[in-house]
């Protein structure tokens, strides 16, 4: 097998879905509350997913923790600030090789479609697509549409552009926002051949609309979850990160959801 496939069997390594929490906020909004002591969120919710999300500088405060764990780590490789002229416009601030000197089972790029810098973030995803296939290293990609309308956001044929375009491109996993809808969320879902996971989005007011959201998203065909502020905000991290883990979990859903066809790896 090469690299990358025993990387990608590495993080999808509790079931057929994957779980990572992105904890790469502080960047573009400091440390906010459950990013303060990161190594105490991943010592508490580590043995329940399969990956954390964060930028280099955080690394070495994890290793002893997802050393424990047997959590996998990925490396953000691009990032802006709440505090820039634009910070949708998002640049690449470390590389494919640094990271897997840093010991990174994948690593991600971000890109904002819509933004006047579009052009570039799509040439730094094609560029380290390349990089990850000389290196063997799967590509996470997370498409957003940000063109100046919130509503644009969440769009499905807007998303699943999104989605063809890192497929196109070359990222081995894409990390979109859920369409609200599970026959629009097949649609994303159902136009690429690669896995589709979903953001989990800005803090939720209760914990049914998280579990909601998954279960809705798994029936449409979401290989998996990427969820940061409904976790490492939430009062418990570990309660909502193992409700979560035992949805995906699931061999099946339901009969009686109408659950649809599953994406193979």
């Not at 043995?47 to 996998?72: F, P, S, T, W, Y």
């Not at 979109?176 to 589709?196: H, L, M, Q, R």
Request: charged letters at 20%.
């Amino acid at each position: 097998m090469s690299g990358k496939v025993i990387r990608l069997k590495h993080l999808f390594g509790h079931s057929e879905r994957l779980f990572a929490v992105p904890m790469d906020h502080g960047v573009t909004v400091g440390p906010v509350q459950g990013l303060i002591d990161i190594c105490g969120v991943v010592s508490d919710i580590g043995d329940m997913i399969d990956a954390i999300i964060v930028h280099k500088g955080m690394v070495n405060q994890l290793e002893g923790c997802l050393n424990r764990k047997g959590c996998q780590l990925i490396v953000h490789l691009s990032a802006s600030s709440a505090l820039s002229p634009d910070p949708n416009r998002k640049e690449l601030v470390t590389s494919v090789e640094h990271s897997i000197r840093m010991g990174a089972t994948a690593v991600s790029v971000h890109v904002n479609l819509g933004s006047e810098f579009e052009a570039q973030m799509l040439k730094d995803l094609g560029n380290t697509a390349e990089q990850c296939e000389l290196w063997g290293m799967p590509l996470l990609a997370m498409m957003y549409v940000r063109d100046g309308s919130e509503e644009c956001e969440y769009h499905p044929g807007k998303i699943k552009h999104a989605a063809r375009i890192a497929e196109e491109l070359g990222a081995d996993i894409i990390k979109v926002n859920y369409t609200g809808s599970v026959d629009s969320f097949y649609e994303v879902t159902n136009a690429v051949k690669i896995p589709v996971i979903i953001a989990g989005g800005p803090k939720m007011s209760s914990d049914n609309e998280v579990y909601s959201m998954v279960c809705d998203a798994v029936r449409a065909g979401a290989r998996g979850v990427a969820i940061g502020r409904n976790i490492f905000q939430h009062d418990s991290p570990a309660q909502i990160t193992c409700a979560i883990r035992k949805m995906l979990d699931r061999e099946y859903m339901d009969d009686t959801t109408g659950s649809l066809p599953r994406q193979n790896l």
